[in-house]
């Protein structure tokens, strides 16, 4: 009975307690506090290089040097008397243009002699004076061995020997053609070395040869 009386007095008091809490007081439910995950967004940062302190270095000035030259006074210069120089004359008749005339009478060839052998001649020219030029073979005025009278050497008569195959000596033989055989060469006389006026002459010389050697001398021809 006392456990009853216990019982329905204990469950009065519940009662009691329950009516004197106040009815908008809740407990909590759940006693653990709720934390939200942290967001980290990487921070970028741009890092731009320190410009260099040095200043750029700078050319030197250099002021051009201004020689300095001395006062001087002009000085007249003397006139130059210049030569007037002519026209040329090309008229063929003009005397100006033809080589000077002698001034006295010229050696001419009063003879002509030749000796001939079986395989060389021997010429002796004669003149009317004192013959001062040049005699040489025709073709080979440049080889002294080929001028058989020299400059200057002051006679009136030479004698001169042509060999076969020098200085232009040769042998001809046409007989099997009913030709002839014969040495031949040709000789000029000239008045100055190294010019050909139209007072030079040349002359062939040949010796024919018919079973026994016979002599001619061609006739007077102009240099070439």
Known sequence: MDKVNQFVSGSASQNINSQAIPAYYLPPTNTRPTFAPA???????????????IPA??????????????????????????????????????MLLMPPQ??????TI??????????SMVVTVVFTQVFSGVIYAKGFHTRQECTFVQLNSGQASYTFTLVLNQCGTQFIDELGSGGQAYLENTVVIQMEEGIQEVWDTSRQIRCLWKGQLDKTVSAIFGVD
Do not use: H, Y
């Open 39 to 53: 967001i980290f967004a990487p921070v970028t940062r741009s890092i731009q290089p320190a410009a260099p302190l």
């Open 57 to 94: 270095p700078r050319p030197p000035q250099v002021q051009p040097l201004q020689p300095t030259l001395p006062a001087t006074n002009p000085v007249p210069l003397p006139a130059i008397n210049r030569p007037v120089i002519q026209p040329i004359n090309t008229d063929p008749n003009n």
């Open 102 to 107: 002698p001034t006295g009478p010229m050696p």
């Open 110 to 119: 009063s003879n002509l002699d030749v000796q001939c052998g079986k395989e």
